[in-house]
T-cell receptor
């Protein structure tokens, strides 16, 4: 069975500073990895995904993530944080098998960007 | 990506009544839709996979007689919470997948049962 861990419940960063939101995973076979962002009382918005290829993946709103197979990690990064980036971020993994049933989310990390 | 809508966005109902939530795929014909539930400050939990023209597949621990799912067309799936109780109060989110990879989510429906 696959699982996703986001070790930090909360990340605080000053506006303009780089940010990192951590994610580690466990899955059998090759992982498909995703990052989503959720604003209050809204559904999830897709940010980026890793399926195969280059370990550094670039996504929406200036976010990027690096896939590290040896460390089973997929940390989300942004070079310069904005106050509007403050939201709840979810890492998700999909392993082998039926894609619906095996789409697992992490517990989420709340990012606060301070002006 | 796919655009997904949900209706209503917020509903309050009395205990014992039933509530229907609609999920529409606006620009994509979705043979499969997914229903999730999210409690405050918690992650999403997959409830069921909705298949067009056939019965939904429920996750372990989800009562299929309580959470009725109907996927009558390629653009519409409905979730009916029957005989709702306060513990059913939650944020319900649906999603579709254009490929076998990412999913695209609706804006969610907040259900409050009094």
């Amino acid at each position: 069975a696959q699982s996703v861990a986001q070790p930090e419940d909360q990340v605080n960063v000053a506006e303009g500073n780089p940010l990192t939101v951590k994610c580690t995973y466990s899955v059998s076979g090759n992982p498909y990895l995703f990052w989503y962002v959720q604003y209050p009382n809204r559904g999830l918005q897709f940010l980026l995904k890793y399926i195969t290829g280059d370990n550094l993946v670039k996504g929406s709103y200036g976010f990027e993530a690096e896939f590290n197979k040896s460390q089973t990690s997929f940390h989300l990064k942004k070079p310069s944080a904005l106050v509007s980036d403050s939201a709840l971020y979810f890492c998700a993994v999909r392993g082998s098998g039926n894609y619906g049933q095996n789409f697992v989310f992490g517990p989420g990390t709340r990012l606060s960007v301070l002006p | 990506g796919a655009v997904v809508s949900q209706h209503p966005s917020w509903v309050i109902c009395k205990s014992g009544t039933s509530v229907k939530i609609e999920c529409r795929s606006l620009d994509f014909q979705a043979t499969t839709m997914f229903w999730y539930r999210q409690f405050p400050k918690q992650s999403l939990m997959l409830m069921a996979t909705s298949n067009e023209g056939s019965k939904a597949t429920y996750e372990q621990g989800v009562e299929k007689d309580k959470f009725l799912i109907n996927h009558a067309s390629l653009t519409l799936s409905t979730l009916t919470v029957t005989s709702a109780h306060p513990e059913d109060s939650s944020f319900y989110i649906c999603s579709v997948s254009e490929t076998t990879y990412e999913q695209y989510f609706g804006p969610g429906t907040r259900l409050t049962v009094t």
